[in-house]
Structures are given as C-alpha cells and as structure tokens.
Nanobody, 124 residues
C-alpha cells in the first residue's frame, strides 16, 4: 500500500523559506506523477506543484511560479517542496499526493494517494 508522510512544516515569518518533504513508500513510483496541494482554512484544496517521478520534470500553476520549487530524490524516495518569500496567504495545510496514471494535472481526484498533511503558518 502506498504511504506518503509529509514533514517540514512550521511557523515562519513572512519573507522566509521552508522546505517540505514527502517520504513515499509501498510502491515503485517510476510511472507516477507526484503533487503538492494545500488547503487554507475555509477554502478548497489548491494545487501548487507536480513532478514526474521518472524524469523530474515539473509543473506549476501561475500563482506560485517563481516561489515554489518541487523536486524529488529517487534514491531516498522523497519529494520536496521549497517555498521561498513566504507570504501570510501561504498559510495552509500542505499535502503530498500520488497520481499513478502519470499525467500532469491539477485535478484533485486524479491523485489516488494522500499524506496526512503538514501545517505551514506564515506570520506577518
């Protein structure tokens, strides 16, 4: 069974940086696309980044381009999300997710597996 475990969240001042990690296990992920979503209080899940596990190619929505960087370490079976120049509106629970069909998509139902989330709080 696929298991995803996020870590690295915390309380950060605006303008700072964080690197979130997602440890993946239970499967070979070569054909997967892995993604990061976030959910702010009272809001829907928002897609913020995806990476193809095999190639490392990435995809971002325009809203986070230039501040968010997704990457993965195949040897460690771990995915990362580097967030720079943090803003209070980045405050949310951040989730990693796995899409076994491999397509780049922002469509939340396409991701079959989810972690439990890690809280990011940005103070102004």
């Amino acid at each position: 069974q696929v298991q995803l475990v996020e870590s690295g969240g915390g309380l950060v001042q605006a303008g700072g940086s964080l690197r979130l990690s997602c440890a993946a296990s239970g499967r070979t992920f070569n054909n997967y696309t892995m993604g990061w979503f976030r959910q702010a209080p009272g809001k829907e899940h928002e897609f913020v980044a995806a990476v193809r596990w095999s190639s490392g190619s990435s995809y971002y929505p325009d809203s986070v381009k230039g501040r968010f960087t997704i990457s993965r370490d195949n040897a460690k079976n771990t995915m990362y999300l580097q967030i720079n120049r943090l803003k209070p509106e980045d405050t949310a629970i951040y989730y990693c997710a796995a899409n076994p069909r491999g397509a780049f998509t922002q469509h939340r139902p396409s991701y079959d597996y989810w972690g439990q989330g890690t809280q990011v709080t940005v103070s102004s």
